[in-house]
């Protein structure tokens, strides 16, 4: 069984300062790690994602996250937040096999404040 | 490109009646899914589907029916609409392994449900 904690239901930096949302996960088998970012009244979509290869992977709007096998993380940051960056943010996780469905953290709201 | 599609994006019904969520996608992906999200809870898998006429249960499946006569359709059915079941409902597709991204999951808007 899959399952991933998101530390912290919201997150609340100034505009320009970095950005880190916590994600840590558990599988019994090798991951594929994905953060997703939702505006208010839309669906999901994809930022970034880990499958294989190079652990630091970089996504779109200047996020970047770190897969760490030892401590099971996948931290997402930013270096310098905007507005346009206040969202909601999951964290999730699917076996690299099968139907690879998703198991979604809890999600952590971000606020960027001016 | 329409993409992935949701209809109706919003819908309040009363307890016991029966409401279907439509999902379309136009890129014939082999894989759909059916999530809620809940407050607290982030998204849960419904049900899903490797292809047409092939469905599986996911995690939260009661109260729900799926069907795919279609690849490009996936109807989540609650047959007698209970207050718990109040959420917001994302349908998601995936190409299958043989094509390109077949890890990436993409989400429709969400349908906005309500059970009086």
């Known amino acids: 069984a899959q399952s991933v904690t998101q530390l912290g239901s919201h997150v609340s930096v100034s505009e320009g300062a970095l950005v880190l949302l916590r994600c840590n996960y558990s599988?019994?088998?090798?991951?594929?790690l994905f953060w997703y970012v939702q505006y208010p009244n839309q669906g999901l979509q994809l930022l970034l994602k880990y499958t294989t290869g190079a652990t630091l992977v970089k996504g779109i709007n200047g996020f970047e996250a770190e897969f760490k096998k030892s401590e099971t993380s996948f931290h997402l940051t930013k270096p310098s937040a905007h507005m346009s960056d206040a969202a909601e943010y999951f964290c999730a996780v699917s076996e690299s096999t099968g139907r690879r469905a998703l198991t979604f953290g809890s999600g952590t709201r971000l606020q960027v404040q001016p | 490109d329409a993409g992935i599609t949701q209809s109706p994006r919003y819908k309040i019904t009363e307890t016991g009646r029966q409401v279907t969520l439509m999902c379309h996608q136009t890129w014939s992906h082999s894989y759909m899914f059916w999530y809620r999200q809940d407050l607290g809870h982030g998204l849960r898998l419904i049900y899903y589907?490797?292809?047409?006429?092939?469905?599986d249960k996911g995690e939260v499946p009661d109260g729900y029916v799926v069907s795919r006569s279609k690849t490009e359709n996936f109807p989540l059915t609650l047959e007698s609409a209970t207050r718990s079941q109040t959420s917001v409902y994302f349908c998601?597709?995936?190409?299958?392994?043989?094509?390109?991204?077949?890890?990436?999951?993409?989400f429709g808007p969400g349908t906005r449900l309500t059970v009086l």
């Open positions: 599988s019994s088998v090798p991951p594929y």
């Open positions: 589907s490797a292809a047409a006429d092939i469905t």
């Open positions: 998601a597709s995936r190409p299958k392994l043989s094509e390109r991204e077949p890890d990436t999951q993409y």
